[in-house]
């Protein structure tokens, strides 16, 4: 079976890699040592990132990682060891590393490891979508286009300074298990990015204005592509960012205080990545991880009965929506990827898990994992990382338009910048790039200084309404961090247009004379 959503196959030059073979000799060794469950995952991770300043480009740097792990279920413990040696006798040896630390975790283990049951996928593929990739663009090509986007910004009197980057990333991943299933995947995604800075001497202020575009899961087609390849409009970003900017300048302080906010999703993606991504990560709730983004309010005995938010909240995790950053056909642990609720009319209804989570809570998803276990390179364990969890637009719900059109006196919110969120993701503050005054149902230029603060219960709770389709986008971050050691993974949120009521507005600058 194969799932080829674009025009590419699996690169033949990681098909010609001894994956399988590698992987045969693992499983077979860590079933004579009689592991109750052990799985083999190959990894190839090319990276690239470009940067340029002021038209000159800084640095551009080429890495991969490849190798392979082996994870183990054994005397009720588990047992993890990777290797890079790609012979047939490292991958015994790595195989017998793995049962040996289950053997020494088992001593330590109180409550025996099990996994929720998986139906055996055997032998399929996947390939994310995208039409050109990245990494088979000639590097100069690319440098050049960073290179135009700086000068460009630079012709403005405005703009002192200019920067433009890119992250790559093109991974392929071989899974197999005891159980019989076994996974070929590639996936492509990328971040390109720019900033123009400025100041205005008179009044002291400095600022920087950055793009709207989010990363996605696309390929080379996002930069210099038509609209209907899903191409960003570059052009026109670079064009209208220096005004911008030079207005964000001699805009004035916003006055702290309560407002009606008009969130757009290009700010709202992170909002939502920190209160309820985060949040609804299951091994969080639990109390099992706390490292980077802490534990969780939202733990598992107020499932079903937790108002987090008003009833135009609809929240989803998916895995399997096109260019999402954590799209996947399968996961680290083999688990066909999925969508799901996570809060619906507003009460929270369920979590993020894996397998091993999955068991622990058998009432959840039907005693089966929704698919997300990920590991970032061979060298890492997998554990539970995040959906792609997204608010979901009202099917006949107004335009940006006409929800500002609904606000006497308030702020429409543009762009991501700061954050700050407590440990049980319940108390945070926001900034953005641009803060529009709305005056009686109309904009009224850009402010300066704005933060936006709450706990994550009042904030959803004051929702109002969600915008329609038209208004929906989807954001995200390649630098989502998490365990320990650290890995890194990349996710995206979709939302639309959103209008808040009575949210407690800072006055940063203010603030930061406190």
Known sequence: MSRPDGPHGIDPAFLALPHRALGDAALQRARELGA???DFRFERVRYQHLAVRDEVLQGASDSEDLGFAVRVVHRGAWGFAAGVRLTDDEAVRVAEAAVAVAELAATMTATPVELAPEPVHDDVTWVSSYAVDPLAVPTPEKAAVLTDWSGRLRRHPAVQHATASLQQVHEV????????????????????SFE?????????VFDSMTTLAPPVGRGWEYVVGSATDGAWDWDAELAEVPELLAEKLAAPSVEAGTWDLVVHPSNLWLTIHES???????DRALGYEANYAGTSFATLDRLGTLQYGSPAMHVTGDRTVEHGLATTGFDDEGVATQSWDIVRDGVLVGYQLDRAMAAMVPELNGGRSNGCAYADSPGHVPVQRMANVSLAADPDG????ELVGRVERGIY????????IDMQRYNFQFTGQRFYRIEGGELRGQLRDVAYQATTTDFWGSL??????GTYELGGAFNCGK?????VAAVSHGCPTSLFRGVRILNTDDEGDH
Request: glycine share 12%.
């Open 36 to 38: 109750s469950h052990a």
């Open 464 to 469: 109002e309404a969600v915008g329609g389709p």
């Open 196 to 204: 123009a800075m400025g100041a205005d001497d008179a009044r002291g």
């Open 276 to 282: 309820i991504g985060h949040a609804t990560e299951l």
């Open 483 to 487: 365990a320990q050691p650290g890995q």
């Open 173 to 192: 991943k071989y899974y197999a298990d005891l159980a019989g299933t076994r996974t070929t995947q590639q996936r492509v995604r990328l971040q390109p």
């Open 413 to 420: 919110v543009v762009g991501d910048k700061s954050w700050s």
């Open 398 to 401: 107004p335009s940006t338009e």
